[in-house]
């Protein structure tokens, strides 16, 4: 596969700390990667390394088949967590600056920020001082210092905080778009769900080292237990049925919640095909809802870095 | 562009874009000047209404007392003294003068008193001091048989003439000129430092409250963003200093004329023909062609450009090492002694002996040698004196330039508690 960006057995340490021990992560190209992780895992020492903001004790990082030079700078784009931007300047001339800072020419700087600006109807906040805006109006700006010199690589870490619903989707969709025009994009964050939607590969950190990684889809199969959630119609008393299902099939309780008052409970089919357990269980009464349970990535991380304890 | 000059170029316009810079500039020369010209005003008010004193004289040889510029004498009418005080109380004088009667002059001198409602000034108990003085003394001359004619034709007055080996003629006056210019280059040092250091600090400290600064440095080296906000500070700094000298001269020529600020101070004024007179055909003009010109603004250049680096490199690392600017004082403190100390020794050592062990060592020594060195250099210090302090001073720079990035590169990136001189130390070591 063709991989944007390699990094091969990182480590550093601060002191006697390691935050790092020996992480190697691919990122392919053209893909939104998740990089995962309990807080003080490791993954922003990790961005900051690819950043350049900090230099590895060990390891090496390749950036589009070449090792990481000073100049690649340009060729990044990144949303620190911690971010912010000088509050007394105004909005334009910091983008500008930024944007000079990245190694733009000052006239392509102003064709790349006028677009963007005009792409996110901000036009009029250009004299405008960012201590004027709003949380979110900042946020936009910061997103658009981001990208604006169109980097190969774009680095977002918890890229939605201070937006709103709407305004998280537009980001959303922005950042998909961007992936859509050939950038790679890796994608930190604690949102579960926005991981699940964006996500092709995921990596997990946990205390230092990498604990998991690979395409999203396989991780969930490894994760997979063939457990099914059930509704069943039935006149029959609910423990009684569970006890006599029992003796046949894997079963438990289930907190899933039907519309209409309906037995509900969870079948690990583990050794059994489903349509075995569907032949039977329909002889007990109506079957309403059979659904796989799929590991969320929420359930993965939990398990991945508890299992590691 | 490179990003260097980038960084260098939006530090500038920052700094001067900002509003408090803007009336700083315009306003504290306009203060200054405002404040001595208020300070002379008053001072001069204050003692030109002439005071009222009575005086009971029991001595015979002084009847009368002539009134000077600032006292007015009168008589007291009683003759006893508790009589005079109540006399002066009730006239709303300011005070009684009491010269009580004694065979003996030197007994007269030592039992004059003066009654007053409150304590008066020192200068009026001095004046009435010289004036009776003057009078007991030409008594006693009288009274042991001193011709006064005589004594007056022969006194002689006394001149040392200074020069150098070389034959270069010099004066008091030359001295007091050249410690002039060395305090006022080594005070500018200071001041600089003091002033723009702490505005390189605040704009670190600035960046890291902002949370900008990962965003900066993901495009450029921590080093390039610390030099250049020095170098961008320093050159704001450098035109408001400028402007602040041109308004000040162009001001207090103003207020000069308007005070006509010789004839106020006759004292001072006295003074100054007594040195010209001793200068003796030394004019200004030869006095300043005289002094080591190049030799100093070659050095000032050098020491100033070498010691603000040095020490804004050192605030930009406490900047960096803290959150906000109240955390700053513990660190900031050690960095202004050494000036605070630079400053004293200068006015002390250099002025009693521009050569002397104390004053040769500070100026040699890199945290104060900006300060003291310059203070120096218009008495003439050896060539290699200068080029030893200016290679110390470098080496210290390289020095702490190099600690001050390390502590800068890390500090930039933590937020929290503020770290103690241990912890900073562990930065410099392990990381």
Same mark, same amino acid.
């Given at each position: 596969?063709?991989?944007?960006?390699?990094?091969?057995?990182?480590?550093?340490?601060?002191?006697?700390?390691?935050?790092?021990?020996?992480?190697?992560?691919?990122?392919?190209?053209?893909?939104?990667?998740?990089?995962?992780?309990?807080?003080?895992?490791?993954?922003?020492?990790?961005?900051?390394?690819?950043?350049?903001?900090?230099?590895?004790?060990?390891?090496?990082?390749?950036?589009?088949?070449?090792?990481?030079?000073?100049?690649?700078?340009?060729?990044?784009?990144?949303?620190?967590?911690?971010?912010?931007?000088?509050?007394?300047?105004?909005?334009?001339?910091?983008?500008?600056?930024?944007?000079?800072?990245?190694?733009?020419?000052?006239?392509?700087?102003?064709?790349?920020?006028?677009?963007?600006?005009?792409?996110?109807?901000?036009?009029?906040?250009?004299?405008?001082?960012?201590?004027?805006?709003?949380?979110?109006?900042?946020?936009?700006?910061?997103?658009?210092?981001?990208?604006?010199?169109?980097?190969?690589?774009?680095?977002? !870490?918890?890229?939605?905080?201070?937006?709103?619903?709407?305004?998280?989707?537009?980001?959303?969709?922005?950042?998909?778009?961007?992936?859509?025009?050939?950038?790679?994009?890796?994608?930190?964050?604690?949102?579960?769900?926005?991981?699940?939607?964006?996500?092709?590969?995921?990596?997990?950190?946990?205390?230092?080292?990498?604990?998991?990684?690979?395409?999203?889809?396989?991780?969930?199969?490894?994760?997979?237990?063939?457990?099914?959630?059930?509704?069943?119609?039935?006149?029959?008393?609910?423990?009684?049925?569970?006890?006599?299902?029992?003796?046949?099939?894997?079963?438990?309780?289930?907190?899933?919640?039907?519309?209409?008052?309906?037995?509900?409970?969870?079948?690990?089919?583990?050794?059994?095909?489903?349509?075995?357990?569907?032949?039977?269980?329909?002889?007990?009464?109506?079957?309403?809802?059979?659904?796989?349970?799929?590991?969320?990535?929420?359930?993965?991380?939990?398990?991945?870095?508890?299992?590691?304890? | 562009?490179?990003?260097?000059?980038?960084?260098?170029?939006?530090?500038?316009?920052?700094?001067?874009?900002?509003?408090?810079?803007?009336?700083?500039?315009?306003?504290?020369?306009?203060?200054?000047?405002?404040?001595?010209?208020?300070?002379?005003?008053?001072?001069?008010?204050?003692?030109?209404?002439?005071?009222?004193?009575?005086?009971?004289?029991?001595?015979?040889?002084?009847?009368?007392?002539?009134?000077?510029?600032?006292?007015?004498?009168?008589?007291?009418?009683?003759?006893?003294?508790?009589?005079?005080?109540?006399?002066?109380?009730?006239?709303?004088?300011?005070?009684?003068?009491?010269?009580?009667?004694? !065979?003996?002059?030197?007994?007269?001198?030592?039992?004059?008193?003066?009654?007053?409602?409150?304590?008066?000034?020192?200068?009026?108990?001095?004046?009435?001091?010289?004036?009776?003085?003057?009078?007991?003394?030409?008594?006693?001359?009288?009274?042991?048989?001193?011709?006064?004619?005589?004594?007056?034709?022969?006194?002689?007055?006394?001149?040392?003439?200074?020069?150098?080996?070389?034959?270069?003629?010099?004066?008091?006056?030359?001295?007091?000129?050249?410690?002039?210019?060395?305090?006022?280059?080594?005070?500018?040092?200071?001041?600089?430092?003091?002033?723009?250091?702490?505005?390189?600090?605040?704009?670190?400290?600035?960046?890291?409250?902002?949370?900008?600064?990962?965003?900066?440095?993901?495009?450029?080296?921590?080093?390039?963003?610390?030099?250049?906000?020095?170098?961008?500070?320093?050159?704001?700094?450098?035109?408001?200093?400028?402007?602040?000298?041109?308004?000040?001269?162009?001001?207090?020529?103003?207020?000069?004329?308007?005070?006509?600020?010789?004839?106020?101070?006759?004292?001072?004024?006295?003074?100054?023909?007594?040195?010209?007179?001793?200068?003796?055909?030394?004019?200004?003009?030869?006095?300043?062609?005289?002094?080591?010109?190049?030799?100093?603004?070659?050095?000032?250049?050098?020491?100033?450009?070498?010691?603000?680096?040095?020490?804004?490199?050192?605030?930009?690392?406490?900047?960096?090492?803290?959150?906000?600017?109240?955390?700053?004082?513990?660190?900031?403190?050690?960095?202004?002694?050494?000036?605070?100390?630079?400053?004293?020794?200068?006015?002390?050592?250099?002025?009693?002996?521009?050569?002397?062990?104390?004053?040769?060592?500070?100026?040699?020594?890199?945290?104060?040698?900006?300060?003291?060195?310059?203070?120096?250099?218009?008495?003439?210090?050896?060539?290699?004196?200068?080029?030893?302090?200016?290679?110390?001073?470098?080496?210290?720079?390289?020095?702490?330039?190099?600690?001050?990035?390390?502590?800068?590169?890390?500090?930039?990136?933590?937020?929290?508690?503020?770290?103690?001189?241990?912890?900073?130390?562990?930065?410099?070591?392990?990381?």
């Amino acid at each position: 596969m063709n991989f944007l960006l390699e990094a091969n057995n990182i480590t550093k340490k601060y002191g006697d700390y390691t935050a790092l021990n020996n992480v190697s992560i691919s990122i392919p190209k053209q893909s939104v990667f998740g990089l995962l992780g309990p807080n003080g895992a490791g993954k922003t020492s990790l961005i900051r390394i690819i950043n350049q903001i900090t230099l590895p004790d060990s390891g090496t990082i390749i950036l589009d088949g070449k090792p990481l030079q000073p100049e690649d700078v340009a060729n990044i784009g990144y949303l620190p967590e911690e971010r912010g931007l000088y509050k007394s300047m105004k909005v334009g001339e910091q983008a500008l600056y930024l944007a000079q800072l990245k190694g733009m020419s000052k006239q392509d700087a102003q064709k790349s920020l006028k677009m963007w600006f005009e792409k996110f109807e901000i036009s009029s906040w250009w004299d405008k001082k960012i201590q004027e805006l709003s949380k979110g109006m900042a946020q936009k700006v910061q997103f658009i210092t981001t990208v604006m010199h169109s980097p190969k690589l774009l680095i977002f !870490d918890e890229p939605f905080s201070g937006f709103d619903p709407v305004n998280a989707n537009l980001i959303k969709d922005e950042i998909l778009t961007l992936r859509d025009n050939g950038a790679t994009i890796i994608f930190s964050t604690h949102r579960m769900e926005s991981v699940e939607e964006m996500c092709d590969n995921i990596a997990l950190i946990n205390k230092s080292n990498k604990i998991l990684d690979g395409k999203l889809n396989e991780i969930k199969k490894s994760f997979r237990t063939n457990t099914f959630e059930v509704g069943l119609e039935t006149t029959l008393e609910k423990t009684a049925l569970l006890q006599e299902i029992n003796t046949h099939f894997k079963v438990s309780e289930s907190n899933l919640k039907l519309l209409d008052n309906i037995n509900t409970f969870t079948v690990s089919l583990e050794k059994n095909i489903p349509n075995d357990f569907l032949s039977y269980i329909s002889s007990k009464g109506n079957v309403v809802h059979f659904v796989e349970k799929i590991p969320s990535v929420n359930d993965i991380f939990i398990q991945a870095v508890s299992q590691k304890h | 562009m490179s990003k260097l000059k980038l960084i260098i170029k939006r530090e500038f316009v920052a700094k001067v874009r900002n509003k408090s810079f803007i009336v700083m500039t315009f306003l504290s020369p306009l203060l200054m000047v405002g404040m001595t010209t208020l300070i002379v005003f008053l001072s001069k008010k204050n003692t030109e209404k002439p005071k009222t004193i009575a005086y009971l004289s029991e001595y015979k040889a002084i009847n009368a007392l002539e009134d000077t510029k600032t006292i007015h004498f009168v008589a007291a009418n009683s003759k006893i003294l508790e009589d005079a005080k109540a006399e002066t109380q009730k006239n709303k004088f300011y005070g009684l003068l009491y010269i009580p009667n004694n !065979d003996n002059i030197n007994d007269v001198a030592k039992n004059i008193q003066f009654f007053s409602k409150d304590s008066p000034g020192t200068t009026l108990i001095q004046n009435i001091e010289n004036l009776l003085g003057k009078r007991l003394k030409h008594l006693k001359y009288k009274e042991v048989g001193i011709d006064e004619a005589k004594l007056k034709a022969s006194s002689i007055k006394t001149i040392v003439n200074i020069a150098s080996f070389e034959g270069k003629k010099t004066s008091k006056l030359v001295s007091n000129i050249k410690i002039g210019i060395g305090s006022a280059a080594g005070y500018l040092i200071m001041m600089f430092i003091i002033i723009y250091g702490n505005m390189v600090m605040r704009s670190v400290i600035e960046e890291k409250t902002s949370r900008i600064i990962e965003i900066i440095i993901s495009s450029v080296k921590p080093f390039d963003l610390m030099l250049g906000k020095i170098l961008g500070t320093s050159f704001a700094g450098l035109l408001q200093f400028i402007i602040w000298i041109i308004i000040g001269f162009g001001l207090m020529s103003i207020a000069g004329v308007f005070l006509d600020a010789p004839a106020n101070m006759p004292q001072q004024a006295a003074q100054l023909q007594e040195i010209q007179q001793n200068t003796l055909g030394f004019d200004l003009i030869t006095i300043i062609q005289e002094l080591p010109l190049a030799n100093i603004i070659i050095s000032f250049i050098v020491f100033f450009l070498g010691g603000f680096l040095l020490y804004s490199s050192i605030y930009a690392a406490i900047g960096a090492a803290v959150d906000n600017e109240t955390d700053t004082q513990q660190f900031v403190l050690p960095i202004i002694m050494p000036l605070m100390l630079a400053v004293y020794v200068g006015f002390a050592a250099v002025m009693s002996d521009p050569h002397g062990p104390i004053a040769v060592a500070f100026s040699m020594f890199p945290l104060t040698s900006p300060i003291v060195m310059m203070m120096r250099i218009p008495f003439g210090v050896p060539l290699w004196q200068v080029l030893t302090s200016m290679a110390l001073l470098l080496l210290t720079f390289l020095g702490v330039v190099w600690f001050a990035a390390k502590i800068y590169r890390i500090g930039i990136l933590m937020y929290g508690k503020k770290p103690t001189y241990k912890e900073l130390y562990t930065w410099i070591r392990k990381y």
